[in-house]
């Protein structure tokens, strides 16, 4: 499987971006798909992901209320809508899929190429 991220972009404080993930074929099954960044010089972090499978969601606290994850299992899609964007939101994102469960973030096996995202003040 291939994961191909697009979406990225800059935008002022307040304002939204989408991201949206792309596996390569159909999956089936438990698993999950998400959301991960990395700013600057610090470390990757989760951000979001959902179940393939009932549709469960967990989401950082850092952007709960402001961004939502949403799937489309048909398309193999996942997209991360992002309000109310901040400049401590500037950093790569890249989407991630585990074959595992969803808070195990040190599953997340398959991985897409990264998309910026640029929120300037």
């Known amino acids: 499987v291939q994961l191909q991220a697009s979406g990225g972009g800059s935008v002022q404080a307040g304002g939204s971006l989408r991201l949206s993930c792309v596996a390569s074929?159909?999956?089936?099954?438990?698993?999950?798909m998400g959301w991960f960044r990395q700013a600057p010089e610090k470390e990757r972090e989760f951000v979001s992901a959902?179940?393939?499978?009932?549709?469960?969601?967990y989401t950082a606290d850092s952007v709960k209320g402001r961004f939502t994850i949403s799937k489309d299992t048909a398309k193999s899609t996942v997209t991360l809508q992002m309000n109310s964007l901040k400049p401590e939101d500037t950093a790569v994102y890249y989407c991630?899929?585990?074959?595992?469960?969803?808070?195990?973030?040190?599953?997340?096996?398959?991985w897409g190429q990264g998309t910026l995202v640029t929120v300037s003040s």
């Open positions: 074929r159909r999956t089936f099954g438990s698993g999950a």
């Open positions: 991630a899929m585990t074959y595992g469960l969803l808070t195990d973030f040190q599953r997340y096996s398959v």
């Open positions: 959902i179940t393939w499978n009932g549709g469960q969601i």
